[in-house]
Each structure stands twice: as C-alpha cells, then as structure tokens.
C-alpha cells in the first residue's frame, strides 16, 4: 500500500514564535513518526507581512508591485528555514524551499498572482529520500524568474495545489480556528462545531464572513475536489471538513440527517462590513437602473445586493449594498447619475448588517426560508433587504440587532450544542 | 565615449532605517542625473543578520547551513526591494535581483560559498533599458538553486566581482568610515585620511585591523585590478582609492614623493585580538618547532607570529601568537606537546598587543624598521617579538602600551594631517 501523503499549512499565528515554532515541529513530526509522506507550507511569522508593509509605504506610499512582492516573500522564507531547524533539532530530515525553487510557476500580475503550473519533480526526488519537505506559502515566480506572490491568503493556495498536483490524501489547513463554527462562537456561545460541509457551503461562508479560508483557495480545491481539513494548530481535535458532497453523510452521520432543518441549514454567518444606498423615485424606464450599475462598476465599486421595489406611479425605489470602504464614493457617483437620470433623493445607511443562513439543499425546502423571516419578524427585527442562492438566504438588518439575529437564528434551526 | 559604469555597494549601517534608504537612493539617483549606469549592491538592513541568527540558534542551535543561508539571504532581499521602491518615489527607475535571479553561481560551501561564475546578462539587459539595477550583497546559488551566503563582508565581495564581471569604471564601497585613515582616529585625533593605497597595503591594514573591507574581497580586486574607492555614505568627500601601484603617485601627489618616509609608511595599525604562546627550553633538535605547529594546525589554530630565539646550551624558547578565543585550546595543546617534545614549561599572554607600520617600498628603505624600533624603546616600550612582510613590520608589545605606541609612531613618520 502507498504511503500516506499530507500536505499540512501552518497559518501566520501557529507560527508567531519560537516556541509555536517548535509545537509546529513536533506536531509536523508526529506525522511523519506514524509513516506518512510530509509536505508543509508554511506563512510568514505572525506579523510579519504587515510590518514589512508598514515598512515599504515609510518610503513609498505606492511600491511598485514588482519590489513588494520581492519584499514580502522573504516573510515565508524566513519561516521555513526556522521550521526545518526546528524539525532537525527533533532528529528528522527535512528541507525547505521557496516558492521559486519548487517550481511554482505564476503568471506576472504581482502582488495577486495565478498559478499556472507546478513542478512536483522536486518535491517528489525529496519525500523520496524520506524528507520532510517545507514549502513557502504565498509565493511563486514567473518564467522569467520574478519572485511573485499569490494575494492575501496565498499560503491556503499554496497547500491546496500542491495537495492537488501531488494527488495527497488530505490538506489539512492550521490555524488558531479549531475549525468552521455553526456560527461566530463570540456571539453565540452554544455555536457548534460542524463535522464536514461542503464546497459551497464554505465559499458561503467565506463570502460572508467566517475568515477561515480564502475563497480562491476553496474554488481550487472544488475544482480539484481536494479534501481539506481545517484544524487548529493548538490542539490534536478534529477540525472540519471541506469535501465533496457525496460524502458529507458519511462524515456527519445518519443521526442528524432524520431531521430535515438541521441537515439542511449548516451555520448562521453576520458581516458588518456593508452600507445600503437607496436612490428614491427612479423613473421606471427599461435600462436606467442598468446606467447607475454601470457606472459604479467602472469606478471599481462592487455592488453586492440589489433589491428594485415594485414600481408605483411609474417611480421605483432601488436599493443596493457596497462595502463600507467604497461608500463615500459610491454615494458621490450615484447623486450624479440620480440628477442625470431625474430621479429622487439618495440615501445611505451605514448602520446594516448582513445576516445569512447556510446550507446545501436549503433552495428545495422553501419552509427554510420563511421559518428565518418568521424568526426575525416575531422578534421585531425589520428586514430591509433579501437575496437568495442556491445555498444561502441573507437579510439586511439593522446592524444594531446584528448580534441578536444570530442567536436566534442559531436558536431556530437548532445548531446549538447537543 | 561609452557611458561610465560605477558599481556602488553600501553596507549594513548606510541602509540601517527607512530615513537612511532614502538618503542612499538620493545619492545613487544623484550619479544617475550625471549619466552613469550604476550596479547597486546593499547589505541587510542594520543589525537584521544578526537578529536572524539570534532567532536561529533560540531553534536550533547547531542549524544546518544550507537553511541558515535560506534564513540569512533574505535580509539583503528586502533591502534591495526597499532601495528600489525608495528609488521609484525620486523618479527612477530602477530593479531589484537577488543572488539567485541575478546569476551568481557559486559552489555549494553554504555560508562560505565562493562564486564560480556571474552571468551578466541580466543586469546588461536591465542596464541598456535605462534602469538602476539593485543586487542583493552576501548571496547567491548553487547549480541546483540552493540559496547560498559568502561570509561575513561577503557583500564586499559580490560589488567586486560584479564590477570586475561588467568591467566597471569603479567599484565604490560605501560605509560609515570615510576611508582608510594612516591609523585610527579615535586613537590619534591626528589621523589623516589617505588619498590612496595600494591592495597590498590595504590586505596588510584589514588583516591588522582597519575593519574597512574583507580581506577576500581586496584580493579578488587585487587579481583583477579593479579600482576601489573605499568612502562614506553620509557626505560627498572623496574617500580612498585602492589600487594598483602604479596608479599611486598620480593620486598622492608630486610633493609628498619627495620626502622617503612620508611615501614609505602609509598608516600604523593596531592589534588587541592576539595572545601569546612561549614555550620555554625546546630541545634544538630539527623538526620540533614542527611538530608543535602541526598539531596545532591540525586543531585548526591559525597560529600568526612565530619567533624561535637563538639557540642556548641545545636549548630554545619559542613564541608564538594566536587569536586570543583560541588561546583556551591552543595552550592546552601545547602543553601536550611540551610534555611529549621534553619542553619545558608553557607561558601563556593574554595581554599584548600588535602594532603595525605599513607600506609599499619599505623593505628597500631598512631605514624605516630602524626608526621604528628606535621610537619605541626611545619611550621605554618593550618589543617583545618582531615580524616583517613586504610591506609591514609588526611589533608584539605589551597591551597597556599600544595606543600610546600607535601615537608616536604616527608622529614619528610624520604621518599627521598637515
């Protein structure tokens, strides 16, 4: 039988200090004492990244891209080195490579680069000696050789296609999250955690808020259908598990699946980071909602929910959501297309919060749904906006009961702890 | 006329804060505004190699070297992307290598690599594009991609061999010291500043202990006749030129050639890092002496200064000198030996001192080792061993005399500034 091949990736804070450095060490050894095949990634020590930032706007407010990301790769060499130190201190072989060496070839687009192949040979001529191979997350290098980096959660990237190039039996992504919560255990404190969820469950999640992975990194691993195992890198518990799923049930056990509300609804997530603008009294001509779109998308402004009333008197009511940190210019752009167009007063709201529910399946059981705007409404809590996926419904919601919806939505379809 | 070519390195301390970096780029954007192509090499920022080692050893500390390579590279990494963005906000454009990219190719002696070959090409290319090109000091790889360190002061080295690689006008060595001074100002506040010396002269004075530049790097310079201008990175004086003799008169001057001692002594240097060994009553047998510095050598102590006195009743004493961290073990050794060899007993001297006059042409003035020794005792100072080269001649004196030693020596040959 094949040997057991893990690619494990070690998050900024499991590695923060030396001290982390070492656990990592004996965790990573752990494995390979039981015979398995070792490949970890590694990011850069806790902050790191966002010193050398700091570091670079002190001289220049706009680095050329090409030098950040000649300067933020050193953060993950400097991690991989100390990890195979720490692994040779323990008595194991290991050997680190930057992303260049290992042959994660990108594309040019610096500092948000793609992946457009990887050479395992490398990786492969090593684990064959029996060596633990440690692999710089975030980065990679063009053809011509320029260092480049993957984006902001480039190290997920990292695990996630050299699990998928080197056809590993599990990624297992470490981090101080111990795994993906029924919801924020912050707000909640009976929030439970999920044995497996599916792909898509998880991009829901990660849209909306629960920052465990990047979503790039989940697209791929969807794509590829590599199994991932989010885990905390503080303990031996099991995490949760991202696959496919067809093999959801297996995992979360017949048990649950007999009662229709908990399968379907996976987790409550809350984001804060949205402001609603309304343009008032917009003529309901085919096309002028399509104009305010357009415009706001050719400045670099991404509209998240759109909801359009039902017209009366040949006026309607549009609403539309955009993050906090594009209102101001959002708002400019929308009074100047709101007196083009004739319309009425604009109007912004920061003070919104999204509220979601998450599951697969949730669009055939239609009870889902208003069982969620029942909840809210029996609670006084006025919903401003709705939208739909295959797998989420989301509510606009005063973000003063932001907090409050949660819990009673975690209440209502019975996530809490059993 | 072809465009003037300079290669510029500054070391740790020129780049040692953001304000610094800034004021380095000014200076190198400031050669570029009158024309010349320049190749910028840069050290790691301030004291972050020995932060980094420091981190190193609290993990392991008996670190492999090839990861201590892959840890340390990356300080003369971010160094090179900071001038580069630093030299984008004055208007230029400029790119940054590290070793790896740029083509230095070295053998596989991880932290003491030496350089087997430089493929210009890429900072050729660059170079005709209009660009300053920024190489990180201190690095390069192997054939295999290895990321590999050449030592202590290596990048000294990789500035001289790139400017000998691109046959460079000048290779310009930047620091916190304005030049080779005819001894050390801090001892004598007489000290001028050299308009140039030989690289012979420079090896005697690095190696006795004017910490400017490494002694591998002169010798490269010296093999390949590159011309160096040792100067300071916090003014625009000229510093000194190292370089070949024939080329000295030009820049001292006409005037000081006529007076013999002034052209012959070049600076006074001084010593405290040495111990003294004496083995009393050898036996005057051929191959003694031999055999206690075979087994020193085989110990790996460099032994420095030897002096084996004339011989009394088949007897002799020897002295001889280390580096006073290998006194521990080098005594012991000896000790051995003395036992073994019928020797009798082994002096140890932890408090000495060398001081040293150095210059081209002394040995065919015997007047000038005359006039040292005659200075000395004139001020009751003890010679206690003596030893000439070329271009030296160093005397072992007791520790509590040096300073004043290097005082009136520099008076003596009427080395001060006039």
Chains 1, 2 share one sequence.
Do not use: W
Not at 380 to 398: A, F, H, L, R, V
Request: hydrophobic share 45%; proline share 2%.
């Amino acid at each position: 039988m094949a040997k057991k091949l893990i690619v494990q990736k070690f998050g900024g804070s499991s590695v923060a200090n030396v001290e982390r450095i070492k656990k990592v060490a004996q965790k990573v050894v752990g494995y390979k004492r039981k015979g398995c095949d070792l490949v970890v990634v590694v990011s850069a020590l806790g902050d790191t990244t966002d010193e050398l930032v700091e570091l670079a706007n002190k001289i220049n407010i706009e680095p050329s891209e090409r030098e950040m990301d000649m300067l933020l790769s050193t953060g993950e060499q400097i991690s991989v080195a100390l990890l195979a130190m720490a692994i040779h201190k323990l008595g194991f072989e290991a050997i680190s490579f930057t992303g260049a060496q290992v042959g994660i070839i990108t594309d040019s687009s610096h500092t948000r680069a793609r992946i457009i192949k990887i050479n395992t040979d490398k990786i492969k001529e090593e684990l064959k000696k029996g060596k633990i191979v440690i692999v710089a997350g975030f980065q990679g290098a063009t053809l011509k050789k320029d260092i480049t980096t993957l984006g902001r959660g480039g190290s997920d990237l990292t695990a996630v296609a050299l699990a998928k190039e080197l056809k590993a039996d599990t990624c297992e992504i470490y981090s101080d999250v111990a795994g993906i919560y029924t919801t924020d255990p912050r707000i909640e404190p009976g929030a439970r955690k999920i044995p497996a969820v599916t792909y898509d469950e998880m991009l829901e999640m990660a849209s909306l808020g629960a920052q465990v992975m990047q979503s790039r990194s989940i697209e791929v691993a969807k794509k590829f259908n590599v199994p991932i195992h989010v885990r905390s890198s503080f303990s031996n518990h099991t995490g949760t598990m991202i696959i496919h799923p067809a093999l959801i049930k297996k995992i979360s056990g017949a048990k649950e699946a007999k009662m229709m509300e908990e399968v379907v609804v996976s987790g409550v997530t809350m984001n804060k980071s949205e402001a609603k603008i309304t343009v008032c009294n917009v003529p309901d001509r085919p096309g002028v909602a399509a104009r305010i779109f357009k415009e706001l998308s050719s400045a670099g402004i991404n509209v998240d929910m759109i909801v359009q009333n039902v017209s009366h008197l040949r006026q309607t009511d549009i609403s539309f959501t955009v993050h906090k940190n594009q209102i101001g210019k959002a708002g400019k752009l929308t009074r100047k297309m709101a007196k083009l167009l004739k319309a009425g007063d604009v109007l912004e709201d920061r003070n919104i919060a999204r509220v979601s529910i998450v599951g697969v399946g949730m669009k055939s059981h239609f009870g889902v749904a208003a069982a969620m705007f029942d909840a809210l409404a029996k609670n006084k809590i006025n919903i401003e906006m709705i939208s739909t996926s295959d797998i989420s419904i989301s509510c606009i919601i005063q973000k003063k009961f932001a907090e409050k919806a949660v819990r009673i939505l975690h209440k209502k379809f019975k996530l809490a702890k059993r």
